[in-house]
Each structure stands twice: as structure tokens, then as C-alpha cells.
């Protein structure tokens, strides 16, 4: 059932066993895992079902340290969160980025990739993925069917992963007509689940402004919830779980300072430091490819099998032990500087084709003279291979992602600004080290070697000589991570292994804020994945 949060009467006290704050696609899910059972589910929702820029510009903040976005466009606040503009690209963490390396201080997961395995499996189908295969090694004989193979690098420097995008099928897109993207909105596909469910309550327009605990700050009482036409209730439970995004989780532990003056959860100063993203540089370098016979096409989004495939390169975990490098991947893109003389050839072509020369032919013509060799080649593969448009460009950019190396001094505080619901609104200070800004140097000129080894090609590395200009390269990938970190020890993490707020029996937290390190994935599928255990832990204590 959806309900409109402003027609509440004011300061009434509504009661479940069980309130979730945040309807993207933590609070979603945790609400789905709850659809069959007999407790009440109040689901709190700061947007409506639509876009709307007043309830929008309560995510407004400030930003200090790294050049980042404006932090009112990195989140959006309707139902479903920020899988409103999710490209729908997932897959797991590796076990590698659960482990504690000594060259990365401060990580270490309280559990192991084969603890969340199961719980990954089942996230599988709620992310609307294909088969649960993200091993190359799963699709291999389906590759080679098709012709596709990854370049032959050593196994000890280079892996090839594999990674799949979200997409709702013939018939959720014929049930769901609003859906326009590929990519699963969960506001939408399980809006009928979330409105016809008999035990959840879904408010919207709904926005948590405190926490409010019982005098020794060891259990939550109720949440204080506030509209933007004024009206203000509460929302009594017995099971509490913060589920926005890393940047407000951390923004309404801080202003949840009644009994705690530093905020809920910061006995040790922790809530809103980590906060990590994917510290990513879009052209950072250029692969101009020596062998045209290779196949490349597994580097561009596929399909096999039904499921939508994206192969990405990424260091060994014996390259990343031996060189002390953080977890990264590299993606290939066409470089449109080098097809200027092949889509001047196919302007050509399709004019001939409908013998249209009535306009001037000389500039595209100049084009196709300059690069004669590389349209030659085009027609070649395009006629006799019956290559792909990806197979046939010769030039190729390079993106480089990677996790970031945890940092207490990148962090989420409050602003002394304050927004329409008179609160402090967030401020965020991202800042990167020295190890980030080394990795990018030593992956990609290790990659460069290696390309070269096996005469793939050679590439062009696209990078600043001093580290300060190098960090202005940087831009981040909105997935923002950390700020209520998971650990056992109450001294290192803001919740424990099942995601409970340390010292406080009955608030956890399901969101990629609890990520103690992010490695390269993008982090839905995990968000999803530790939000499904966190349902079965919950349901255990109800």
C-alpha cells in the first residue's frame, strides 16, 4: 500500500515490528524479502513515485577536498533510489577485496566472498540478471563458438573478468510501459509487488529527520519523520534499518545527537570517515592495435545466452600481491578520433547507395584518402569476417576504475547550511592518497608491457607526470561506499557483521555504507546481496 506521508495527521505515532528508511534498492529488497511474512513493514520514502525537484534539493551539500559532482545529482530520492539513471552493469567483489592485504591499510571484510556466495546467488534474479556465471572460465566454450577469445595475456599479471548487465525482459517491459531503459528500475518493476502487499506500508514524501534512542543510546524508540508542507510524525518499531545512501545514512546517524553529542554510532569517530567511490580516469590511455586479426568484441557489451556479458582486464591477484596494488579493472571503448575515416567512408557509401550527390562529397572523401589502409581493412573484416563494428576500429580508450585505498580524512559531516526541513545538510570532503594516485601509473604501464609482449598492440598511456595534476584526472563513478563501515572490533567499524549499529541493539544498516573496502565492481549486486542476509537475520530476531 502506498500512502502520501503529508496527509498524516500530524504527530501521530504509527507502529510496525519492523520500519526500513530508504526505498531504493536496499529498502526494496529488504521490503520483497518480507512479503510473505505476517509482521508489519513500514517502508519510509523521501520522494514520491515521480521526480520532483523541491524533495530532490534535500540532497544539495557541500563539497570540499577533490573536485566532485554536486552532491543534489549523485542520489536521486524517489522510489527506487538511484536505479532511476542505473546503467545496470554488476558483479560480485572478488574474494581478494573480503581479505585483510598488508599493503592496504585498514581492510578486511568480517567474512569471506564464500560466506556472501549464496546470498550473491539469490541477488541474481532481484538485480533482473541472467545465469550466475562470473567466471570467464563459465563462458568460455560459449565464446569461442562465437569466435571471441580474450587477448592471450599471462595469467600471472592479467585476468580477464566478467561482468553483466541488468535488463528487464519482453514481459516486464510489456507490464511495466513507463520502463525506458534496459537497465532494472526497482521502483518500477516492483511497484505493484510493494503496493499490493498486504504487510507493507509504503510512505512517501516521507523523510527521517532523527533517531531517537532511549536514554542510555542502546536501542531506538522511534524515528521522527518530516514533510516539506510541514506536517511532522513518528514511526514506532521494534527493528530499525537505515537503508539511503552512504552520504545520508552518515548525515542522520551525525544529526541523531540528542543523547549521543557526536551522533549515534561515533563513539570513535567513525561515522562518516571511509567514504570511498571508484576513482575512475575515462581516457586514461589509448590502445592502437597491431593485429587486426584479433578478436575484440568480447570487450563490448554481448549477448550469450540470454544474459548480457561486458569482459573487463584487471591485474591478477599474484600481480596485485606483487606490485602492492589495489583492486582496478580497464575497460575498451571504440575511440571515435579513429573512426573519423571510416564513418566518412560510410557517409559516402550510403549516399552512392541512394544516389544522393547533390551535396559536396570533397571533405568526407579527403578523410577516407588520409586512411586508406584502415578502411581497406574495415571492408575486409566487415565483408569476409563478417566482423563486428567493434572488431573493425583499430583505436581504442582506455577507462581505468579502481578501489580506493580506505581513508579516514575522506569523509561525510554536516554543513553549517541547512535545508527546507531546517537540517544541516551534508558535507563532503573526498580525498585521495598517494597509493590511489600510483596504481593508475603502474597498472597501465604494466598493461602497456604486456600488450606489447604479445604483440597485441601498443598503448598509450595518457597520464600527468606529478601527482597533483594526476588527481585532477580522477573523477569518481557516483557509487559512493564507506562512512558506516563493517567491522567486529566497535573500534574499526560502525556496525558489526550483520550490519547492527555497535551499541545499539536494534539499528542496523543495509547500504553500500557499511563496505569496508569497494574493489573495482560496481556495488548493487552486493548491496543487494547483503541486504537479502540482513532480511534473513531480521526475520530470525522477529
Not at 138 to 159: L, S
Not at 339 to 345: D, E, S, T
Request: aromatic share 8%.
Amino acid at each position: 500500500m502506498f500512502i502520501d506521508a503529508r496527509s498524516v495527521d500530524p504527530d501521530k505515532v504509527l507502529e510496525a515490528e519492523l520500519c526500513v528508511v530508504g526505498g531504493g534498492a536496499a529498502g526494496i529488497t529488504l521490503a520483497k524479502e518480507c512479503l510473505n511474512d505476517s509482521f508489519r513493514v513500514i517502508l519510509l520514502e523521501s520522494g514520491g513515485l515521480k521526480y520532483d525537484k523541491e524533495t530532490q534539493a534535500l540532497s544539495a551539500g557541500e563539497v570540499a577536498g577533490h573536485d566532485y559532482y554536486p552532491l543534489v545529482t549523485a542520489r536521486l530520492r524517489l522510489l527506487g533510489g538511484s536505479t532511476n539513471h542505473w546503467n545496470g552493469f554488476c558483479l560480485p567483489l572478488d574474494a581478494s577485496d573480503f581479505e585483510e592485504r598488508e599493503w592496504v591499510k585498514d581492510s578486511g571484510w568480517p567474512f569471506g566472498r564464500s560466506h556472501l556466495e549464496p546470498f550473491y546467488q539469490r541477488a541474481q534474479p532481484i538485480c533482473k540478471l541472467g545465469l550466475y556465471r562470473y567466471d570467464y572460465q563459465d563462458w568460455e566454450a560459449e565464446e569461442k563458438k562465437h569466435g571471441q577469445a580474450p587477448f592471450p595475456m599471462a595469467t600471472h599479471r592479467f585476468i580477464t573478468t566478467v561482468g553483466q548487465s541488468s535488463h528487464v525482459g519482453a514481459e516486464a517491459v510489456k507490464a511495466f510501459a513507463s520502463v525506458g531503459r534496459e537497465a532494472a528500475k526497482f521502483g518500477e518493476i516492483y511497484r505493484q509487488e510493494l503496493e499490493h502487499a498486504p504487510s507493507i506500508q509504503t510512505y512517501l514524501y516521507a523523510n527521517v529527520v532523527e533517531v531517537e534512542t532511549n536514554e542510555s543510546a542502546s536501542e531506538v524508540r522511534r524515528v521522527r519523520v518530516a514533510c516539506l508542507n510541514g506536517n511532522r510524525f513518528w514511526i514506532k518499531a521494534k527493528l530499525f534499518v537505515l537503508a539511503t545512501c552512504a552520504i545520508q545514512n552518515a548525515r542522520l546517524l551525525l544529526l541523531s545527537n540528542r543523547r549521543q553529542p557526536t551522533g549515534l554510532g561515533n563513539q570513535h569517530d567513525l561515522v562518516g570517515r571511509y567514504f570511498m567511490e571508484h576513482p575512475t580516469i575515462p581516457g586514461a590511455g589509448q590502445l592502437m592495435v597491431s593485429d587486426p586479426s584479433l578478436s575484440r568484441g568480447i570487450y563490448e557489451r554481448h549477448l550469450r545466452e540470454g544474459t548480457r556479458l561486458t569482459c573487463l582486464i584487471a591485474p591478477a591477484p599474484a600481480a596485485q600481491r606483487k606490485d602492492k596494488l589495489l583492486n582496478c579493472s580497464i575497460r575498451l571503448h571504440q575511440d571515435p578520433e579513429g573512426l573519423v575515416a571510416i564513418r566518412a567512408f560510410k557517409r559516402i557509401a550510403h549516399r552512392l547507395r541512394g544516389n544522393d550527390v547533390s551535396g559536396d562529397l570533397s571533405k568526407d572523401l579527403i578523410k577516407v584518402v588520409a586512411d586508406m589502409d584502415g578502411v581497406a581493412r574495415h571492408i575486409y573484416r566487415r565483408v569476409w569476417h563478417k566482423a563486428s563494428e567493434f572488431e573493425t576500429a583499430e583505436l581504442y580508450k582506455l577507462t581505468y576504475s579502481a578501489e580506493q585505498a580506505p581513508n579516514p580524512s575522506s569523509r561525510v559531516s554536516l554543513s553549517d547550511e541547512k535545508d527546507a526541513l531546517d537540517q544541516p545538510r551534508a558535507k563532503l570532503e573526498w580525498r585521495l592518497t598517494e597509493s590511489d594516485l600510483r596504481n593508475a601509473r603502474v597498472v597501465l604501464q604494466n598493461l602497456g608491457e604486456e600488450l606489447g609482449r604479445i604483440s597485441v598492440g601498443r598503448v598509450k598511456v595518457e597520464l600527468a607526470d606529478e601527482d597533483e595534476t594526476l588527481s585532477k584526472s580522477f573523477a569518481g563513478s557516483w557509487h559512493h561506499m564507506g562512512t558506516t563501515r563493517m567491522s567486529a572490533d566497535p573500534k574499526k567499524g560502525v556496525v558489526d557483521k550483520n550490519c547492527r549499529v555497535h551499541g545499539i541493539g536494534n539499528l542496523f544498516i543495509a547500504s553500500s555504507s557499511t563496505f569496508p573496502t569497494s574493489g573495482h565492481a560496481n556495488p548493487t549486486l552486493t548491496i543487494v546481496a547483503l541486504t537479502v542476509r540482513l532480511a534473513d537475520h531480521l526475520k530470525k530476531l522477529l
